[in-house]
């Protein structure tokens, strides 16, 4: 008994346990610390990036217009949906983040280094957002064990701009009288397109470029261009403008109409650059004179028309017996009040001239565009090249002396080329528009005086009605104007939506 209490008293084993009993307090402690602290660690880094989100949303909407704000405020609180696995403090919302409406602040300029801006309620002038996510709470899980906490307020705060192109246009931009321009009243509406002032205040109707680089070379260049292979160019601060008299660049249009003025630029069959719509007319037409000397007898030798071999052939110009697509009566007559017109043009008078056998359209089927699709339908029966001038046959001639009564016979022609006669008609398809369709930058004008900054509202498809040209008859043009007609909103090729297509908006995180 006694060697037993002996060895009792002797044994060491067992010594640590009191140490492990008492340190347990402080292992599971630290455990606990360790755990609820990748708990706190976690739901912060949920509620950032829910707001980093939120703010990305928000800027996408920030685009100038009128609605701006309200469309951002939607997109930071529904756009995306954002949860936490995290939060276990009960609130309301559950697991759900939310974004107040008042903790959104807008800015029109925020510096990124010393997190300032300048704040504003301007949807057109909003460029920058700040969000910040409602706050919430972690309750600690084992950390109770040593005493109870709560991990208090965690938010996140994110402020994003967007970043904007534009891509695949030509440099040509159209002060509009309304945001919502166009509506559906205004297609097929004539507009007349007149320079606007290097001073002084532009009125809607007005048109002039956009400054794509390289003056009024680059001008030239993407007006001629391919509107489809057009790079990107960058809008973050606003497309800046190109004033100064650049009429001259309206050849490069006229490219499209198969004229090719001097220095214009030459067809590229491949690109697309500088080359004609595959529907060309015009109120233009081709001289080309046709002789026959030296012709024995008295029999008159026939006029070859259009195209003969070894024509002296003058360029296209201007020719009374041509009826091409004319502006809106009003624009004619000077009874428009503005430089947007009505719509009603002389389509009477033009089937009678280039479709007298057929009957001649109403309602939507009379737009010009509609008129000029229809043509494109059946190229070889609707569009063939014509002498305009048989009345004013038979040929001249100049007869030889006596002794030798050999006689020179004459011909003028005057011919239509509806089709493409200089250059190779790029027919449109899912990758190509129509060379006669162009896609116009719509801006609010307000304000603009001169060279400045101007935010795209709308893309615009417009018809280009006729070539830019100075003309006395029937009435009045100058070279510098453009005169179209209003198809509506732009669309890609192939008729899809041009959402993200033409104008490129890019949100981007500052902080």
Known sequence: MFARRT????????????????????????????????????????????????ALAAASQLDGTSTAITRATSAAQGLVVNLTRFANDGASSGRTVTVPTANLTFYSAYNSDTDTGTVTTSATAARFVQVSVATREAVYALTPVVQMFRSGAIGGLATAGVGSSVCKVPPLMLCIPAEDFPSASDVGDGLRLQPGPQTGAWAPGDYGYLDFGNGASGLSTNLGANNETNGCFDNSGGLQTEPGNKASVTKALNTRFDLYEPSAGTCNSTSGDYCPAENVGKDFAKK???????????????????????????????????????????????????????????????????????????????????????????????????????????????????????????????????????????????????????????????GLNGKGAVKVKQWVDVFLVEPSADRSSPYATGKSQIYVEIIGKATKPGGENAFQYYGRNRPYLLK
């Open 7 to 54: 060895s009792l008293i002797q044994s060491v084993s067992g010594a640590v346990a009191p140490t492990v009993a008492l340190s347990l307090f402080g292992l599971i402690a630290a455990g606990g610390i360790a755990f609820d602290y990748a708990r706190v660690a976690s739901l912060d880094s949920e509620l950032q990036g829910a707001a980093d989100q939120a």
């Open 288 to 446: 080309e004179v046709v002789e026959f000397k030296n012709v024995s007898g008295t029999t008159v030798p026939a006029n070859p028309g259009c195209g003969a071999a070894g024509a002296t052939v003058t360029d296209f110009e201007q020719y009374s017996g041509a009826k091409g697509f004319t502006r809106d009566n009003c624009h004619i007559d000077g009874s428009c009040t503005s430089n947007f017109g009505n719509g009603s043009w002389d389509v009477a008078g033009y089937f009678a001239a280039n479709h007298p056998s057929d009957t001649v359209p109403t309602g939507s089927a009379a737009t010009r565009y509609n008129v000029y699709q229809w043509e494109l339908l059946s190229k070889s029966t609707r569009l063939p090249s014509k002498l305009l001038n048989p009345g004013d046959l038979p040929a001249t001639k100049t007869t030889g002396p006596s002794s030798n009564p050999k006689t020179d016979y004459t011909y003028t022609n005057y011919c239509a080329y509806p089709q493409p006669k200089n250059g190779t008609g790029v027919a449109a398809s899912t990758t190509q528009k129509d060379r006669r369709v162009l896609t116009v930058a719509a801006v609010d004008c307000t």
